[in-house]
């Protein structure tokens, strides 16, 4: 089984900015996250420079950028990404605009194939973005009659999703304290 941990970049300095570095409070959650990774087999996250610099600052390398990492999002999910306070939202969201449900499903295959990309009990960290993570994790936790709840995720959080035979198995969150 291999393990893919997908978690949300770290805060940047320039919300405004697209290329803006890491803010200082970014690279010390990086940091604490560091203390605690497990080796990863490979590093990938989305083309937007504060992806790969919380994949970076976190595992200590990026092996590549993923660009189904940062898909064309479209529709209903990219105007709201900014008011959705909990997971619930995001639920809520997919039940009400198909386009966002479409967009959660798209995205279950690149996240299956980037797990693929290692060995059995390997682990792979892939970093992405706000919704980019929230909406397929609802996905996987539907069908696999999990429970994932509270706010969305924020900067450093994610899931740990557990891969058998190419399908997920298991999700937990993956939280900041």
Known sequence: MSILDIRRHAERVDRADNASALSLAGRALCERLAK???????VV????PRAKETAERIAGRLDSVEPALLPDLGGAAAQMF???RSLADWARLMRDDDSARRFAEEQLPAWARIASRVRDRDRVLAVSHGGIVDLPAIVIAERLGARIDGASFGYGEGV???????????????RVR
């Open 82 to 84: 900014g008011e959705m």
């Open 160 to 174: 740990r999703v557990t891969y058998a035979k190419g399908a997920p198995v298991k999700i937990e969150e993956l």
């Open 45 to 48: 996250s989305s083309p937007l």
């Open 36 to 42: 605690e990774a497990p080796k990863y087999a490979v």
